[in-house]
């Protein structure tokens, strides 16, 4: 009995109880997909344990083959909130008007908490309407309850002097996959 991955890699020795589970099964040959998934203590699963994003399926008429192939289809499981905007990042590269958005949102006590970042999914007149938006908003005092961490998984790492904070007024609409382990959004949309 082998667990491979979708490139091939044998990684029955990594998941030895899920090779016990399936080899008990005692079919003489089968294949079986799917994918892991980690569960905290409270039952709920967690995309920050194994990194499972969404939902993979292929065309129930097409045979099981490796790879793409044009049969196989993602879907991702995404969540969708409203968070303050607290501040912005210089953009890099040849993107205009604004790197990130750093959100935050308002714990049961009134305070402001940082939340993430996000990015992606702003197309160039978003970007102007944006910055144009933030421009009248700036000010010299972060407006969160506690500093942002420097350093995440995702994205660069963030300085906070190159920051430019805003007076928290600014509410956006962000799609997200879902909340690490340290209390900030994996990225997503907004």
């Not at 129930?60 to 912005?88: I, M, Q, S």
């Not at 205009?96 to 308002?106: E, R, S």
Request: proline share 8%; with cysteine; hydrophobic share 40%.
């Amino acid at each position: 009995m082998n667990l491979l991955t979708r490139t091939g890699l044998d990684w029955t020795h990594k998941y030895p109880a899920i090779a016990d589970a399936v080899s008990s099964i005692g079919a003489r040959q089968t294949y079986l997909d799917g994918e892991l998934c980690g569960a905290g203590p409270d039952g709920i699963t967690s995309f920050s344990m194994i990194q499972l994003e969404g939902i993979i399926s292929k065309r129930a008429d097409a045979p099981y083959t490796p790879g793409n192939r044009g049969l196989w289809l993602k879907v991702k499981c995404l969540h969708r909130e409203e968070f303050v905007v607290v501040g912005w990042t210089d953009p890099e590269s040849a993107r205009p008007f604004l790197g990130a958005l750093l959100l935050g949102y308002y714990d049961p006590h009134g305070r402001l908490v940082f939340a993430g970042c996000v990015g992606s999914g702003i197309n160039q007149t978003e970007l102007e309407r944006l910055w144009r938006r933030l421009q009248p908003l700036a000010t010299d005092k972060m407006p969160l309850e506690v500093p942002p961490p420097r350093g995440s998984r995702f994205g660069s790492p963030l300085v906070l002097s190159r920051v430019h904070w805003v007076t928290p007024e600014l509410v956006v609409e962000v799609s997200y996959l879902a909340w690490t382990g340290d209390n900030l959004l994996r990225p997503g949309r907004l």
